[in-house]
Structure formats: C-alpha cells, structure tokens
C-alpha cells in the first residue's frame, strides 16, 4: 500500500470553497492520510480569546468564541448548500452537534482562566489546539457530501507528546504503534481526516507543537507509516528563495536537500516547521511543498541530496531578534566561561540563532522573548551583560564558499553605511548570519536579494 500524507493549512481551509478544492485534491490518491490546519485565523483568535478572559475580559473572550462557532456553521451550511445530498441534513446536524460541543468546551476554559487571572502554559495549548478538533471533524464530515469515505481520527488518540507545553516534544515510539491503526482504516476503503497541529501529553491534557506544528503532525504520521509522499499543500508553490511577500522578486526552487529546507525554516521562513523534515529524512521519504490553489504545479521537492550550482540557494529573515553580549570578570576564562553561559541557555531550553566568541566574551542572537530579563540577570554572576534588543537576523543558505569574495562584494555593497551587530559563517552549513536593527531589515534584505538571485 503506498500511502500518501497530505497536509492542508490554514488557508487551504478558509472558507466553504477551498473546503471543496482539498476534497477535490484528496480524492485524486488511492491510499491518502489527510492531516489539517485550523481555518484561516482561527489560532490566532482563539489564543487572543484566552489573553482577554486572563485579563479579566470574559465577555470580550466569549464573543470571540461565539464568532468561531457560527463562522464554522456558516462554512459547512455554505459547503452543504453548494453539494446537494440526500444526507445533507444529517451531515449538517452531525457537524452543528461537534462544534456546538467544542464551543461549550472552550467556553469553560475561558471562564476558568478568567477566574484564574493567567493563561498558563497548559491552559493556552488547551485552547488553541480547539481549531483543529473544529476544522478536520468538519471536514471529514462534508466530505461525506461528496461521497466520499471520509472519516474524522481524533489526533489525540494517535500523537503522543510530554507536557512541554506550547512546543511538545513527540513520543516517537508510541506514535510510530498507533499509527498502524491509520493503515486498517485505509485498508477498509476509509480516508483518514485528522487534526495537526495538536496531540496528548502523559497527563492526558493536551498539547501543542509549535508554530506551523501541523506539518510537524504530517511528517511524524508519515514517518510512521512510511509513506510514499508527505505533500504540504499551501498557498504558494513551493519554497521560494525568500519569503515572496516582502521579496516580489523571489522564485520558486524546484529542489532542496532536507538539510537545506531545515535550515530555512529555522531561521524563519514561514512555509515549514523546523522539525518536520527529521521524520521524512530518517525515512528518506520525499516531501513536496505545493500551491493547492495550482495543484499541478510541480512546488518544490525535498530530499536526501540536492546539488546546486548556485552562488545561494535561499535566504531568509527574523524580525525581533535580541543580542546579548557576556563578558567574563577576568580576562581570561577559557572554556570554563563558555560552559558557564551555555548551561544557562540549556536550563532554559533557549535556540540561539548565531554565536560569536572569544576565551572571554560571548554575543549571542536569540529571539526576543519575556526570558531575556531574567537571562540577564543569570548571566551577572558569569561577567558583564549587555542586550540590545529591535534587532533582525539575515540568513544566507546555501552559501558556495568558492564565492566567498563575490558574496562579500554583493553583502556589503547592499548594506552600505547600515551597521552590523554580529556576523556568523559556518563553511561547513554553508550558512552566513548577518544580526543588524530590526528597521532595516526589510530594505537590505531587498538589496540582497536582487544582488544575489
């Protein structure tokens, strides 16, 4: 059986007509697992409801919740109108029912973090993991309309996770036993609809995978099963040389190696979780990025090995980066300083996006978060603290180093006078990281770009 994991996002689940364009897709495979986004914006409001009712705002929260609802009735009532069927009215009692029960669920979790007067950490991923039990329940069910054999999978029930809440880390052994369960429910004709995103702590509470986590849910579902395909089916085609919308300029690559597409994500391209190529690439499984909105466009296909003859493949950018700077008492501290600023980082489970050091200072560019206080105050007992915050980190990927000369000529020649806080080059990545202030980030990106693609 080849399996085929096809995953939809937020935008490929805006409204009843797009709904109809994924079923359309789906139906093409002989053996697809789906796995879907919440409608478009649904996260974002959902965490916002939470922020309100923590702020003492319940009746603002309620509101956003009650507009949730009836938005989701209003997508299946508009699909159900546009593909008449004799179980229509069914269909659409079924799905009222669902959303009505997940409503009432959000309602007392907003009315319990209001009277808490926080959104805790478990509380927030309960919430908004509330989107994607919403859509793919839904979905599943208008599919039906179609006549098409849909059926809704809990995801709980198959992604398993610890209790990091907000960025879950994947029990792989036991999500790798349940997902045998997705191959009986294709073997007896059925298309399984699930949730990303989303998954089920220990605790039985549940849990989140981080931004964009449902590409993270596709890649360990297809690991798991060892599929054909993963396909990340989007808006755009494919994974571009930056981001297209504040690049116009940017293409569409045709090919990536996993290492590559990895490193984009990281450093903050939008199209991919930073995590959901290791699933695929353990696997060798390929992994498509394609446009549903032009489904026979080829995207961009991530593999194993991708060779190129380009000066840089992509680059990428963050917005509201910090740099902190530790210098150590003495002079000299070697090795025993470094270790010292590293634990810190490492008992806060911190990513540090570049790194420049000597014996006795360190500068480090993370991304800017309420952690950076209390950091700095760690960091006093190793040396002298400096932050500096409003910073944008530029990622070149893909770097030939037998164009370094060139690369500088192009770098530095597009930034002009714009000063640099940091500048990091592994030869071995093929990864050059640039650190300057978060308002010219943008322009000299620009610059860039049309220098080098």
């Known amino acids: 059986m080849q399996i085929n994991v096809l995953k939809f996002g937020g935008t490929s689940m805006a409204d009843h007509k797009s709904w109809k364009q994924v079923l359309e897709i789906i139906n093409k495979y002989e053996f697809p697992v789906v796995v879907v986004s919440a409608t478009a914006r649904t996260t974002r409001r959902l965490v916002e409801a939470g922020e309100l009712a923590a702020r003492g705002k319940l009746k603002e929260a309620l509101e956003i919740s009650d507009s949730i609802k009836e938005r989701h009735n209003q997508i299946v009532e508009d699909f159900l109108k546009e593909n008449p069927h004799e179980k229509n009215k069914l269909i659409k009692d079924s799905c009222r029912k669902n959303t009505e029960a997940k409503i009432s669920k959000l309602n007392k979790l907003l009315t319990y973090t209001e009277r808490q007067g926080t959104l805790s950490p478990q509380m927030k991923d309960a919430i908004a993991g509330m989107g994607e039990q919403i859509s793919s329940y839904l979905l599943a069910q208008c599919g039906l309309a179609l006549n098409m054999m849909t059926q809704h999978i809990e995801a709980r029930k198959i992604i398993k996770t610890d209790a990091e809440y907000g960025k879950a880390n994947p029990n792989l052994l036991e999500i790798n ?100 190529l290791k699933p695929a690439q353990e696997r060798n499984i390929p992994v498509f990025v394609k446009n549903m909105f032009e489904p026979e466009a080829a995207g961009t296909k991530i593999i194993r090995e991708s060779h190129h003859d380009l000066d840089v493949l992509a680059m990428s950018f963050k917005q509201d980066i910090a740099t902190l700077t530790i210098s150590a008492y003495e002079t000299v501290m070697g090795y025993s300083f470094l270790t010292k600023v590293f634990s810190v980082l490492e008992k806060h489970r911190l990513a540090v996006d570049a790194v420049n050091t000597t014996e006795a200072s360190v500068t480090i560019a993370l991304s800017d978060s309420a952690l950076l206080d209390t950091l700095s105050k760690e960091f006093i007992e190793v040396g002298n603290v400096s932050l500096a915050k409003d910073k944008g980190l530029l990622t070149l990927i893909g770097c030939s180093v037998n164009s370094a000369q060139k690369l500088t000529e192009h770098i530095f020649g597009a930034l002009g006078d714009v000063p640099l806080d940091l500048i990091s080059f592994s030869k071995e990545k093929r990864i050059l990281n640039l650190v300057l202030n978060n308002e010219e980030l943008i322009g000299v990106a620009q610059r860039i770009h049309k220098k080098l693609f």
């Not at 995103?197 to 964009?212: A, C, D, N, Q, R």
């Not at 360990?220 to 300029?249: C, H, M």
């Open 177 to 276: 036993q349940r997902c045998g369960s997705l191959e009986t429910v294709l073997e007896n004709g059925f298309i399984p609809i699930i949730g990303g995103f989303y998954g089920e702590s220990p605790k039985k509470t549940i849990t989140t995978l981080g931004f964009e986590g449902s590409d993270y849910t596709a890649s360990l579902i297809g690991g798991a099963v060892n599929a054909e395909t993963i396909e990340i089916w989007t808006d755009v085609s494919g994974i571009y040389t930056s981001d297209p919308r504040f690049i116009p300029e940017a293409k569409p690559l045709d090919e990536m190696s996993y290492f590559d597409a990895t490193e984009m994500a990281y450093f903050g391209a939008k199209v991919l979780h930073p995590s959901t």
